[in-house]
């Protein structure tokens, strides 16, 4: 969890994808963000992918997006991605500290 200046907090769920498509969340994580986008608080899915047949990347989902990556895993929409080389930490750092009103 990461405190905002302004007493928000944002949520980043950390998971790791080192064979197929799915990403591992439990009942309770998927509950969790569905509650919590649907009230407009900040939460996100953060994956490293790193499989034997796709370049190792970052991807960034959004917490509201749960049920297309439930169904989707990594082949889900994503709102940013990265070569797992080449992060750009500054555009990571601004896309979780929005506010949800401030996304597009």
């Known amino acids: 969890m990461v ?3 302004n007493s928000h907090f944002v949520l980043i769920e950390l998971k790791v994808v080192s ?13 969790f963000h569905m509650k919590h986008a649907a009230l ?5 899915v953060v994956v490293e992918v790193n499989t034997k047949v796709r370049a190792p990347e970052l991807l960034l989902f959004t917490g509201a997006q ?8 990594i ?4 709102v940013a ?24």
């Open 19 to 31: 064979a197929g498509l799915k990403i591992n969340l439990s009942p309770h994580q998927y509950a």
């Open 3 to 5: 405190a905002l200046p």
């Open 75 to 78: 082949m889900a929409d994503c």
């Open 40 to 44: 407009g608080c900040p939460t996100f």
């Open 66 to 73: 749960v049920l297309d990556i439930s169904k989707r895993g």
């Open 81 to 104: 991605r990265w070569p797992l080389a080449k992060i750009d930490w500054e555009e990571f750092h601004a896309r979780v500290l929005q506010l949800p009103n401030e996304r597009a």
